[in-house]
């Protein structure tokens, strides 16, 4: 341990970042418990690193007492007076017991040390960049699968993508270039974890932000996503310059940026819809490609309404397996019920039927009477 140990301890600074003083201490930590392993465990040592020479010493610290009960904890003060007159009892005493071999074992310890201390620098390193790339999307390699996870290869580090976090329509192979999307990164016992998607809603954020340089630069907002990853997603989006329309600026000419998503996501079907302060024209746009005769809010809940579409556009405005209904729903945040006109009209003549639109009418004539009444009386 000589000038050898200190310009690999600056090597490792430079190189790794890794601090001298920091692998200098977990150095002396470690070095007592060697010495205690191979040399007695009941003595109170102490190791100091000579950092000009690089040399190590051991030192055994005895506190000074009237009688000595353990002899490798103590020393008596008429022992401690021949050393230092000035010595008293409880001051703290240090004897070099630096063994001749030490240097072996302390090298190896070093060794120990210093390769621990790497790797934690390296996984330190490795979680800062990242949780830099937390929430974006990054290009990996397909490595492997196993029964929970395909491994993607993102260059430092190897990613996982579970299966709920998997294209329903895509099959991985190894050697697979795909775009991913990092959903969350870890710093675990065993090191930096980072997990990736390919279903996250985000992901199409992302890739928008990448092929619309409008909606990279904030002039048209991608304001709220659906998508049922793999098969059809609806995108919201607004424009902030009344000059730029929002969705045939992300549909590109002749639908070229929209066209290089849907390659991208394996022919996943995408509905671009423009996003209006008026629920009701968010609603009636949402459930594209379907026409909408009317929204109708449901009084007794703000975030429920009737969707009114033509007889035969009814199947459309639901869509297989209800999927379009389900998608604008997510989209607005409302909860949709689709009826036909014809449905709407029974609707109403039942009411009709039931007297119901009767007796609306004449509480609203009984409450005009009561009015018309009240200001009379104010008048008189």
């Given at each position: 341990m000589s000038k050898e140990m200190l310009n690999a301890l600056d090597a490792l600074e430079a190189e790794k970042g890794v601090s001298k003083e920091i692998v200098i201490e977990a150095l002396e930590a470690a070095l007592i418990s060697a010495y205690k392993r191979h040399y007695g465990q009941?003595?109170?040592?102490?190791?100091?690193?000579?950092?000009?020479?690089?040399?190590?010493?051991?030192?055994?610290?005895?506190?000074?007492?009237?009688?000595?009960?353990?002899?490798?904890?103590e020393v008596s003060l008429k022992e401690a007076i021949?050393?230092?007159?000035?010595?008293?009892?409880?001051?703290r005493i240090r004897f070099e017991v630096t063994p001749k071999d030490f240097g072996r074992i302390a090298a190896q310890t070093a060794k120990q040390v210093i390769l621990q201390r790497v790797r934690e620098a390296e996984r330190n390193i490795i979680y800062n960049e990242f949780s830099a790339y937390e929430k974006d999307i990054m290009q990996g390699i397909v490595e492997r699968q196993d029964n929970r996870y395909i491994y993607v290869n993102l260059g430092k580090i190897e990613a996982v993508l579970s299966k709920q976090d998997q294209m329903v329509n895509e099959f991985y192979q190894p050697h697979d270039r795909i775009k991913v999307y990092v959903s969350r990164v870890e710093n675990t016992s065993k090191g930096p974890q980072v997990f990736v998607s390919r279903s996250h809603p985000d992901l199409l954020r992302r890739l928008f932000e990448q092929e619309v340089p409008e909606v990279?630069?904030?002039?048209?907002?991608?304001?709220?996503?659906?998508?049922?990853?793999?098969?059809?997603?609806?995108?919201?989006?607004?424009?902030?310059?009344?000059?730029?329309?929002?969705?045939?600026?992300?549909?590109?000419?002749?639908?070229?940026?929209?066209?290089?998503?849907?390659?991208?996501?394996?022919?996943?079907?995408?509905?671009?819809?423009?996003?209006?302060?008026?629920?009701?024209?968010?609603?009636?746009n949402a459930l594209n490609p379907a026409e909408v005769s009317d929204v109708i809010f449901d009084a007794t809940n703000p975030k429920a309404c009737t969707v009114v579409v033509p007889d035969y556009q009814l199947s459309l405005a639901i869509g297989k397996r209800g999927q379009n209904a389900r998608l604008a729903a997510k989209l607005t945040g409302y909860k949709i019920d689709i009826k036909s006109e014809s449905d709407m009209k029974d609707f109403y003549a039942q009411l009709d039927n039931d007297g119901i639109v009767e007796e609306i009418d004449a509480t609203i004539d009984e409450a005009e009477t009561i009015l018309n009444d009240e200001a009379t009386s104010v008048d008189e």
């Open positions: 009941s003595q109170n040592v102490e190791v100091e690193f000579d950092q000009k020479k690089g040399n190590i010493h051991v030192y055994a610290v005895k506190e000074v007492s009237e009688e000595v009960m353990d002899s490798q904890l021949t050393i230092n007159p000035a010595y008293e009892i409880g001051d990279y630069d904030g002039i048209v907002e991608i304001v709220s996503i659906a998508r049922e990853a793999g098969d059809r997603s609806k995108i919201a989006v607004r424009s902030h310059d009344a000059n730029i329309d929002p969705v045939g600026t992300c549909v590109g000419p002749k639908g070229q940026r929209v066209q290089a998503l849907v390659n991208e996501l394996k022919g996943e079907n995408m509905d671009i819809v423009e996003w209006n302060e008026d629920p009701a024209v968010f609603i009636a």
